[in-house]
């Protein structure tokens, strides 16, 4: 079973901006199945200002970069992430289209939702480009639980292996957690742990150093 066996002390969301994100943009497009449709947030990564935190040092990166938000690790077993600003949110829908940039079939790429005050809580969802994927859920000082699959990672059909790009969608609700791979159900589970918090992009690099990713055209909406 492949875990999330390190997450960094120092993580690059430290360095997040307070500046909303592109806050309330009524021109965000609908999204099927997702009722109401309220913009919260959307960012197509153009703006290097737009809020994401950014940073690098000697175990990853993130930056801006030709129009996109590049993730990449430089050591085994690591997790990073970014987010768009310091609020909190409940009830949402994200989608992202990703980018598999360093060929690393293992590394996990996708969103985080309900993350709380003390950093390392959390829910995340996550797709590789072997075709496996997980719905977790990390707690600080504990081991991540993986919520789907009997705790393990998983396989379906519905994740292309070796796909230039994915594009990843989340609900995160009240107490459903459901993950999309372009544009299909791919899992759903039931938790209610957290009930808000802030929302987020990460890489985690695998059993190789040699994760990297590009994360572009970022919307979140509500789901009421």
């Known amino acids: 079973m492949r875990i999330f066996s390190f997450k960094p002390v ?16 009524s021109s965000l497009p609908s999204v099927p199945g997702v009722s109401g449709n ?6 197509d990564f153009s703006d290097s200002n737009s809020g994401w935190g950014t940073g690098t040092d000697s175990n990853s990166s993130v930056e801006y970069v030709n129009g996109g ?6 050591r085994d077993n690591f997790f990073t992430w970014s987010n768009p600003d310091t609020e909190t949110y409940k009830d949402v829908h994200m989608e992202v289209t990703v980018r598999n940039d360093g060929g690393d079939t293992k590394a ?7 993350q709380q005050t003390v950093d390392s809580n959390y829910y995340y969802f996550s797709v590789s480009a072997d075709g496996e994927y997980v719905i977790g ?29 994915y594009h990843i969608g989340a609900d995160c609700s009240h107490s459903t ?17 957290y009930q808000d918090g802030g929302v987020g992009l990460f890489l985690w690099t695998g059993d190789e150093p040699s994760g990297a990713v590009t994360y572009d055209d970022f919307v979140m909406t509500s789901l009421k």
């Open 69 to 74: 938000l590049h993730m990449e690790g430089f």
């Open 137 to 165: 859920k990390a707690a600080a000082g504990t081991e991540d639980v993986f919520l789907t699959n009997q705790n393990d990672w998983g396989t379906s059909d519905l994740i292309p292996k070796n796909a230039d790009s």
């Open 177 to 193: 957690l459901t993950l999309y791979v372009n544009g299909k159900r791919v899992d759903s589970v039931s938790d209610a742990t």
């Open 10 to 25: 120092l993580v690059i969301s430290a360095i997040v901006s307070t500046t909303l994100a592109c806050s309330a943009l």
């Open 38 to 43: 309220a913009s919260l947030l959307k960012d």
């Open 108 to 114: 996990g790429f996708g969103v985080m939702c309900d």
